[in-house]
């Protein structure tokens, strides 16, 4: 069983930063690859940035490859979503989730954080 939370949402500025946490729970949250995933309101949930169980595989969605920057520390049990130049277009509940693979179906879902973005 793995619990996750997430945080570090909030209200920033078209270019501004913000990094999202998830903490997670569980001494097996390292055999498991991690995805950060955003849903905007009358959108489908979908696939932000995935890292694999080491951290030695990283994967993001087109909308924000060169501007968000995922990465885990499996001695702490989290994986951070760095995201840079924001836009108001990346205004969405953010979700961590834990998987067998990067683009497998999530086993486990945190809450989610809310980050919007103002132009």
């Known amino acids: 069983q793995v619990q996750l939370v997430e945080s570090g949402g909030g209200l920033a500025q078209a270019g501004g930063s913000l990094r999202l946490s998830c903490a997670a729970s569980?001494?097996?949250?390292?055999?498991?690859?991690v995805g950060w995933y955003r849903q905007a309101p009358g959108k489908e949930r979908a696939l932000v940035a995935g890292?694999?169980?080491?951290?030695?595989?990283?994967s993001y969605a087109g909308s924000v490859r060169g501007r968000f920057t995922i990465s885990r520390d499996n001695a702490k049990n989290t994986v951070d979503l760095q995201m840079n130049s924001l836009k108001a277009d990346d205004t969405a509940n953010y979700y961590c989730?834990?998987?067998?693979?990067?683009?497998?179906?999530?086993?486990?879902w945190g809450q989610g954080t809310q980050v919007t973005v103002s132009s």
């Open positions: 989730a834990a998987a067998s693979t990067i683009s497998s179906t999530p086993d486990y």
């Open positions: 890292i694999s169980q080491s951290g030695s595989v990283t």
């Open positions: 569980g001494r097996t949250f390292s055999r498991y690859a």
